[in-house]
T-cell receptor, first 110, second 113 residues
Framework: DAGITQSPRHKVTETGTPVTLRCHQT?????MYWYRQDPGHGLRLIHY???????DKGEVSDGYSVSRSKTEDFLLTLESATSSQTSVYFC?????????FGQGTRLTVV | GESVGLHLPTLSVQEGDNSIINCAYS??????FIWYKQESGKGPQFIID?????DKRQGQRVTVLLNKTVKHLSLQIAATQPGDSAVYFC????????????FGGGTRLMVKP
């Protein structure tokens, strides 16, 4: 699993509340990514980071922000959760040309 | 782990037969391609990769073929086993600053015993 831990693994939250998902890695990888996975869309990139305090937007970044204050942690924040953000969220790291994924977080916004 | 109940194209094969899963990619500037396998309740796992300067690469029981002319990628699994049942995704990488991967929609492989 390339030392990737996502937390929480499951969360149910109400519309309009803030939510933060955490990705923690233990192998000092520079690149980290957040994806969401939805029926009919496969995996879509939300944001990525190429170093501490260095982040950039992906394909579906609206409604999400990220922070990377230290190498091992990459946080994904939904400032005001909406029902369209109900999804399974995967964190990934890059090792060489390959990406390795965490186990995922199932987020339900009610 | 997590997965989603994706409404996906499904390939159903008999145990022991060969499987071929196809993928059309979108960007002719992509320089690297990966096949991932996602089992129920888990994140995607790397299977095999291929660079754009190759047209074929073989692994253990798996072969990836790349046709850049028609932007097509295929994954061949020899002697398919029940443990191969999963959703398979192809991913392409643009050689940019983030080396981001863009994923296809996936194909569900079901192996009948």
């Amino acid at each position: 699993d390339a030392g990737i831990t996502q937390s929480p693994r499951h969360k149910v939250t109400e519309t309009g509340t803030p939510v933060t998902l955490r990705c923690h890695q233990t192998e000092n990888h520079r690149y980290m990514y957040w994806y969401r996975q939805d029926p009919g869309h496969g995996l879509r990139l939300i944001h990525y980071s190429y170093g501490v305090k260095d982040t950039d937007k992906g394909e579906v970044s609206d409604g999400y922000s990220v922070s990377r204050s230290k190498t091992e942690d990459f946080l994904l924040t939904l400032e005001s959760a909406t029902s369209s953000q109900t999804s399974v969220y995967f964190c990934a790291i890059r090792q060489g040309p390959e990406a390795f994924f965490g186990q995922g977080t199932r987020l339900t916004v009610v | 782990g997590e997965s989603v109940g994706l409404h996906l194209p499904t390939l159903s094969v008999q145990e022991g037969d060969n499987s071929i899963i196809n993928c059309a990619y979108s960007n002719s500037a992509s320089d690297y391609f990966i096949w991932y396998k996602q089992e129920s309740g888990k994140g995607p796992q790397f299977i095999i990769d291929i660079r754009s300067n190759m047209d074929k690469r073989q692994g253990q029981r798996v072969t990836v073929l790349l046709n850049k002319t028609v932007k097509h990628l295929s994954l061949q699994i020899a002697a398919t086993q029940p443990g191969d049942s999963a959703v398979y995704f192809c991913a392409e990488r643009l050689n940019n600053a983030g080396n981001m991967l863009t994923f296809g929609g996936g194909t569900r492989l079901m192996v009948k015993p």
